[in-house]
């Protein structure tokens, strides 16, 4: 089994991430958790469209349809980072409003709903 | 009239979403309104796409920008989309309208934009042709849920977010290393290019990414335990959305995550994963259930409830056969129907007398007695009482489940109805017999109407169930029959390996 | 806690040997393409545009954008709806220094010109609307950080983020109207302009007039996510 | 033109929601009464029918599915049962019933009695026997949640074990109509003889059989699943009572006959014969024998008159069970028998414990007194009944039991006839006190002004009582409607005589003989000495000075001696079973809610990341 070191990094940071969601005990490092697996996995996403050799895929100045590298991943991943964005912004405002109402951010405090 | 106007059913939400900022500044007031009439459009529009589909009998394949898939992003509007796109606007129309009564926490106008993003998202889900679109979509649905989640502004309502974020957020990362896969080996995110190209894939890579795209859905759809965020958020957002979460948008997680699952049919994982959705909704039904048992709080007990109905529909859509995916869609219908009727009612109660809590439903039937008859008609529905709709759907699952030798799952759904009893039948003598103090409320006239038209349908279904078993059975050959749906996608003959 | 943390790692360390066991077979570098290749063939002649994700992005995958951009919206409606109060206001104690206030007053425009630029020639360069309105909304954010007291013209952003957001799905529904397809390009498609002038500015169809209403909008909505978390509010 | 088996199903029905709707007092009772009546007329006017033809038969396409119902001699014996008491019953109900609640869900208890005993289609009988759960059901809830509660679990047992029979049955069948099912169980049984495969296994066959011992053994009251049944007819509307015990429990026992019906072929076959009987039907016959003793002995222990007369009426079911369970053409027809005499005397008892109730608003013994001097026709009504039960000549409680006795000692079968006869003698001991504490003895002061029962009530509980003393008089009669379901003399005989010929019994001499001998009496009694009014002290003293907390009087802890020597036996009670299995799965649902959503979003990732594991491993 061989992986290259793109995918290897790309799996760390979604590995990272996930490590700080399930030890961190602070609602913000378990938010950069998040945003550490978002960019982990967008990483991983390019690695997937990148071709050995080819260059971006804009199609002047000598770059032609047969040395670009993949296009979709590109455009997918500017919209999951979008989309990460904008997640991320949620987050953070739902964490303002929980700290402005219970004064802390350990998430072993926040556990009013439950049973 | 050319049905890529369906598409319509995409672009009306948006622009009245992006219009609301417009006329808040000529008048707050008009923005509740707007809503109800935008819904109200909506559901036009949906109901004429449904017509098309069902008459007809083609789906009505959207392409966008006119580029044929699987070069650009198609919609795919078969049976299935066309049913579910209706329930979403139905739905969505009836809780704009109860949005107008019970959301008093400013600022509306963003209330307003959310919730036809929240619709958006969810038509979008159940409509898209395209892997990674289907990404774009839930995340709509998410974020707009996650909003609405929080809306209230309460900590409760902000914990409750919190915990649907993180659990989303996860998710979501997974699957999209999901797609990442599947892209890596096809080369393409058409779902009907996939779902022909599917045996080619490598069966390591196939494995990981039909579990991780599993995973990141089954988040939405509440299986166990990955629906841990479920109880807390369906408690804590406003009742309006908690009935629409509770009527479409698990409904839609749990499509994309079965349609996902019969499109990588040709794969060796198939089955693997079968057992295991049937084991995980299993496991859902047992454990919603047994939470539900004691809960003093009857939206969080509704919410118990609702899942361990979706773990139903899971382990019918897990069988594995086109009778048991018709059971799954009709369960899908009729627990639409019900729930939505119930969380309006929890939600109106709470709106009238303060809580949730089962204190104030003592007496219900004195104080609000419409409202009261249409909880207990929806929990008479729920346990399984022939003559209402839940029964049908909990005996073609029966019946399914028969035909390919599961007879635990019999056990499972008497079980499930003993204990559904136990505790609605509680609820419903709390409400009837048990007397409390308190002035009887002058019930509001449009919502005792949705109420009563929601009653009528449980009852003309429960009595009638032929036309509406054959809308599902129809919906789910569609989202059976894999083979069909290639062939309804117009591919690009060029584009294929 | 070492517990949970000799755990946590047995875990991430299980799953991560799983997805790379599957990425393998995946390998890295390889020409994967399928549609891609489709689309690096026929992407000047079916949308004018040089830069393929551009194009990839506006045109072939349109729904995408449209839900991306409505995704930045729900954030950034979010965000205005879970910090609304009845009174917010700024509350930074000091003024930024001379050289501060100075420079970003002499920068400003120059940032938003360049985030103008940047969606303009989405469609030859790298970039596009979103990079652009997020450089946008950056000169913003220096204001921010530069006056104590600057607040962004609130009620406007928000109509021209309403507005840009109609003005997508409208174009959207020309092509509709048009090329009866959503989404349709029918500036290049239908009208046929700009074929003579690939890789220059006036070319490419709608891609050019999306990426500037998504660069508005996107700068406007970052700019308003960026208000609404510096104020705080108070009853 | 609406069909006349739709008149009599849904007539109850309808006038329920008419009633419901014109939630007028005096209309709702007129119309319950005419929706109540016009089945039975209908009824009546079928047996002229049914003499002409073998079967009347209707068939509705509703939803794709075809539903059949069909009116021959078994089902129309039951539907009168059902209308004649029901129809008592409602007539009852107009002078307790409080509200228009009660009158709709009593109605629709009707429609589905009558629904499940003309469904000639296993999806019909389903749906109407759950509408008939449902609605009765309904009834005890307004009175008693926890009692509904009890007795509707038991019931969503019953259906979903019904409810998985039918769908077994129906997966292999492909068909729902009785007709096909009997057909294909009837072919099984040939082609097991054969020694050919059969469709449905051995094992299929136990299990379905097993499932609907279940679903009907429910509703009849069958040891253990009677649980339910003491409590649900005491908690409601004790005229609804009369409908509930007296026509709702012979859904059951009409169950049980379907079984035979269906199944009874293969069934013989499959497991053999002891003797005449069958070995399947020895199971119901020892269930049925069990809930006599059962049913009889907690009677006797009882201190409320509704509760005694639950578990007396838990016990008569197991006579029907054990004629039924013996299984030879005499001992069915004999269950048949004892299923109307029961429906007629227990409605009749329930009523008058309704009247009681209604008069007095006491229901504890220990209230109570001296009332026959205050209601003497209650009372003489009272005294047809008791007769009956007991089974004293000439009253058709006599005769239904005599018939259930010879057919048990013609087949040899010494335990289930001594528990026949155990429970008779129970029968007694529990009679005794209700008609000493309640009807004689010292008069409380605060029932001096008791008046008699009310004309509605008085009226049905006349027509009981008259049917009653006729059918004991005239056994014939039933006899003969029952030897048409056979279609051959069973019983034979005239109208006046059963002959079995090992046995035979005579009503009207029996009766002649009884006249004639209280004639006597009562001229020894007229012209004897004089009569001298002794007042009524306790007995038991013997001497002794009273300790209160060991005070046996007729009207309080009369058998705690009994109680004390069954000790042992009373603490394996299988209703303490069931609630302790209750609320041990509640605690356990409390514990593993608290743990499992605990709150902790942390968790709650761990979860998922448990979830990943179990993908990963499953993967590599």
């Given at each position: 089994m061989s992986i290259g070191v793109y995918y290897f990094g790309a799996v760390s940071l979604i590995l990272i991430g996930l490590y700080a969601v399930l030890v961190k005990k602070n609602l913000l490092k378990i938010l950069v958790g998040l945003s550490i697996m978002e960019t982990g996995v967008n990483l991983l996403l390019i690695s997937i469209g990148y071709i050995a050799g080819r260059s971006a895929p804009?199609?002047?100045?000598?770059?032609g349809p047969n040395n670009a590298v993949d296009p979709i991943p590109q455009a997918l991943v500017l919209t999951a980072i979008v989309i990460g964005v904008a997640t991320t912004a949620l987050a953070l405002t739902v964490a303002i409003n929980l700290y402005e109402t219970y004064?802390?951010?350990?998430i072993e405090e926040l556990r009013r709903l439950r049973g | 009239m050319n049905l890529q106007f369906a598409s319509l059913l995409i672009a009306l939400p948006l622009i009245s979403a992006f219009f609301v900022p417009v006329i808040k500044t000529i008048s707050r007031k008009a923005v509740m309104p707007f809503l109800v009439i935008i819904t109200a459009v909506q559901t036009g529009i949906a109901a004429w796409v449904f017509e098309e589909v069902y008459t007809g009998g083609k789906p009505i394949i959207i392409m966008a920008g006119g580029f044929k898939p699987p070069v650009g992003i198609n919609l795919y509007i078969g049976h299935f989309a066309a049913l579910f796109v209706l329930i979403i606007a139905v739905a969505g129309f009836f809780m704009a309208v109860f949005s107008m009564k019970s959301?008093?926490?400013?600022p509306k106008d963003k209330y307003a934009m959310l919730f036809l993003l929240l619709m958006l998202g969810a038509t979008g889900m159940i409509s898209t042709g395209d892997i990674f679109n289907l990404f774009v979509f839930m995340e709509i649905t998410a974020i707009s849920a996650y909003a609405l989640t929080a809306y209230n502004k309460t900590g409760e309502a902000s914990e409750g977010a919190m915990k649907y974020i993180v659990l989303g957020g996860i998710g979501s990362s997974f699957f999209l290393v999901g797609i990442a896969l599947i892209y890596g080996s096809l080369?393409?995110?058409?779902m009907a290019q996939i779902a022909q190209l599917a045996?080619?894939?490598n069966p390591t890579v196939a494995q990981a990414a039909l579990a991780l795209l599993v995973f990141g859905l089954a988040v939405e759809a509440e299986l166990f335990p990955l629906n841990a965020w479920a109880p807390d958020a369906y408690q804590a957002a406003p009742h309006p959305v908690t009935a629409m979460f509770s009527a479409f948008v698990v409904k839609a997680g749990l499509y994309a995550m079965v349609r996902i699952i019969y499109l990588l049919?040709?794969?060796?994982a198939f089955t693997g994963i079968l057992r295991l959705v049937l084991i995980l909704g299993t496991i859902t039904v047992v454990i919603g259930e047994l939470s539900a048992?004691?809960?003093?709080n009857v939206k969080r007990m509704f919410a118990y409830s609702s899942i361990a109905q979706v773990g139903f529909m899971a382990v019918g859509f897990s069988l594995g056969t086109q009778a048991g995916a018709s059971a799954g869609v009709f369960h899908m219908v009729n627990h639409a129907i019900v729930k939505a009727l119930m969380f309006l009612a929890v939600g109106y109660v709470a709106l009238e007398?303060?809580?949730?809590?089962i204190e104030d439903f003592k007496g219900l039937g004195k104080k609000m007695p419409l409202t009261a008859f249409a909880i207990t008609v929806g929990a008479i529905s729920i346990i399984g009482?022939?003559?209402?709709?839940v029964f049908w759907s909990k005996i073609q699952l029966i019946l399914a489940a028969l035909k390919v030798g599961k007879t635990g799952v019999i056990a499972l759904i008497l079980g499930a109805s003993l204990v559904e009893a136990v505790y609605y039948i509680r609820l419903i003598h709390t409400m009837w017999f048990e007397s409390a103090n308190g002035e009887k409320v002058k019930e509001n006239f449009t919502l005792g109407v949705i109420m009563l038209l929601l009653v009528a349908l449980i009852i003309v279904i429960g009595v009638f169930p032929n036309a509406a078993w054959n809308i599902a059975q129809k919906a789910a050959a569609d989202l059976y029959n894999v083979s069909q749906y290639i062939k309804n996608v117009p591919l690009l003959p060029g584009v294929s390996p | 806690m070492v517990m949970k943390r000799a755990l946590a790692i047995l875990t991430i360390l299980l799953i991560g040997y799983w997805i790379a066991l599957a990425l393998?077979?995946?390998?890295?570098?390889?020409?994967?393409m399928l549609v891609g290749q489709y689309y690096l063939n026929h992407v000047k002649a079916q949308?004018?545009?040089?830069n393929a994700v551009t194009a990839v992005v506006v045109n072939y995958r349109g729904f995408d954008t449209l839900g991306e951009v409505t995704v930045l919206f729900i954030a950034s409606t979010g965000v205005a709806a879970l910090l609304w109060r009845k009174k917010r206001k700024r509350t930074a104690k000091t003024e930024g220094s001379v050289v501060l206030t100075t420079g970003s007053r002499l920068l400003f425009p120059f940032i938003v010109l360049f985030g103008g630029y940047i969606f303009i020639h989405g469609h030859l360069t790298p970039g596009g609307g979103f990079p652009g309105g997020a450089t946008i909304a950056t000169a913003f954010l220096m204001l921010y950080l530069a006056f104590s007291v600057y607040e962004i013209p609130h009620k406007g952003f928000e109509i021209t983020e309403g507005l840009a957001g109609m003005g997508y799905v409208t174009v959207g529904l020309i092509g509709l109207a048009i090329?009866?397809?959503?989404?349709?390009?029918w500036i290049w498609q239908?009208?046929?302009?700009g074929h003579s002038n690939?890789?220059?500015?006036?070319?490419?169809?709608?891609i050019p007039v999306i990426y500037t209403i998504i660069g508005i909008k996107v700068g406007t909505e970052l700019s308003g996510i960026v208000d609404s978390m510096v104020k705080e509010g108070g009853e | 033109m609406i069909n006349e088996l739709m008149i009599i199903i849904f007539a109850p029905l309808l006038a329920g929601v008419l009633a419901w709707i014109f939630d007028v007092k005096g209309i709702r009772e007129g119309v319950a009464i005419i929706g109540a009546a016009v089945p039975l007329a209908y009824l009546i006017q079928a047996y002229q029918t049914l003499a002409s033809q073998p079967s009347i038969q209707y068939s509705i396409v509703l939803s794709g599915f075809k539903f059949e119902f069909i009116l021959y001699h078994l089902s129309w014996v039951f539907a009168m049962i059902a209308g004649v008491v029901g129809f008592a019953a409602v007539l009852g109900m107009v002078s307790t019933?409080?509200?228009?609640y009660e009158w709709l869900f009593a109605l629709m208890s009707l429609t589905g009695v009558y629904g499940v005993f003309l469904a000639d289609d296993l999806i019909s009988f389903f749906i109407f026997w759950e509408i008939m759960t449902f609605a009765s059901f309904m009834m005890v809830l307004k009175y008693n949640r926890k009692a509904s509660l009890k007795y509707f679990l038991l019931s969503v047992l019953g259906a979903y074990a019904m409810l998985i029979a039918i769908g077994i049955i129906y997966a292999k069948v492909?068909?729902?109509?009785f007709t096909s099912v009997q057909r294909v169980f009837y072919q099984d049984a040939m082609r097991s003889v054969m020694g050919s495969d059969t469709l449905f296994s051995r094992n299929e066959l136990l299990l379905i059989f097993g499932l609907f011992l279940t679903a009907f053994g429910v509703k009849a009251g069958t040891?253990?699943?009677?649980?339910w049944a003491p409590d649900a007819y005491s908690e409601t509307n004790q005229s609804y009572t009369a409908m509930f015990s007296g026509v709702l429990s012979k859904a059951g026992v009409y169950g049980m006959l379907v079984i035979y019906i269906l199944l009874g072929t293969r069934l013989m076959y499959e497991f053999g014969n002891i003797g005449a009987a069958p070995k399947f039907g020895y199971v119901i016959a020892f269930l049925g024998g069990i809930t006599i003793i059962v049913g009889g002995l907690l009677a006797a222990l009882q201190e409320d008159i509704r509760k005694l007369f639950a578990y007396s009426s838990i016990s008569q079911i197991g006579y029907i069970l054990v004629g039924i369970g013996v299984g030879t053409a005499l001992s069915i027809e004999a269950a048949i028998y004892h299923a109307i005499s029961h429906a007629l005397f227990k409605g009749l008892f329930f009523l008058i414990v309704a009247t009681i109730i209604h008069r007095t608003g006491k229901t504890q013994f220990?209230?109570?007194?001296?009332l026959a001097e205050k209601m003497p026709v209650t009372f003489a009504m009272a005294f047809v009944a008791i007769l009956s039960l007991a089974g004293i000549?000439?009253?058709?409680g006599f005769a239904s039991k005599w018939l259930i006795f010879e057919a048990v000692i013609h087949q040899n079968m010494p335990i289930l006839g001594g528990m026949l006869f155990f429970g008779s003698a129970i029968g007694f001991v529990y009679l005794i006190r209700f008609t000493y504490a309640v009807?004689?003895?010292?008069?409380?002061?605060?029932?001096?002004?008791t008046k008699d029962a009310p004309l509605p009530l008085a009226i049905a509980m006349g027509i009981l009582a008259l049917l009653n003393v006729v059918f004991g008089i005239a056994p014939g009669i039933v006899a003969g409607e029952l030897n048409k379901i056979f279609g051959k003399?069973?019983?034979?005989?005239t109208i006046w005589e059963l002959n079995l010929g090992f046995g035979r019994y005579n009503g009207l001499f029996i009766t002649i003989w009884l006249v004639v001998g209280i004639l006597i009496a009562a001229v020894i009694y007229f012209l004897g000495a004089k009569v001298r009014r002794v007042p009524v002290t306790d007995t038991y003293q013997a001497g002794n000075p009273v300790t209160m907390d060991y005070n046996l009087t007729i009207r309080r802890n009369f058998f705690l001696p009994l109680k004390e020597t069954l000790a042992f036996w009373l603490r394996m009670s299988f209703d303490r079973l069931y609630q302790d299995i209750g609320s041990w799965v509640e605690d356990l649902a409390e514990t593993l809610r608290h743990y499992i959503y605990n709150g902790n979003v942390q968790a709650y990732a761990w979860y998922l990341a448990a979830i990943l594991i179990i993908l990963a491993l499953w993967g590599v």
């Open positions: 804009i199609l002047s100045e000598g770059v004064k802390t951010l350990n | 959301i008093g926490v400013e080369g393409t995110l058409n045996g080619n894939i049919r040709d794969t060796q048992l004691r809960q003093t007398l303060g809580g949730t809590s009482i022939p003559m209402f709709n | 393998s077979h995946v390998p890295f570098g390889a020409d994967k949308t004018g545009a040089v090329g009866s397809y959503f989404l349709f390009d239908s009208w046929g302009w690939i890789g220059r500015l006036f070319s490419a169809g709608f | 019933a409080k509200d228009s492909g068909a729902f109509d040891f253990p699943l009677h649980v220990k209230d109570m007194g001296g000549p000439p009253l058709v009807w004689f003895g010292q008069r409380p002061t605060e029932l001096d002004d003399e069973i019983i034979q005989g």
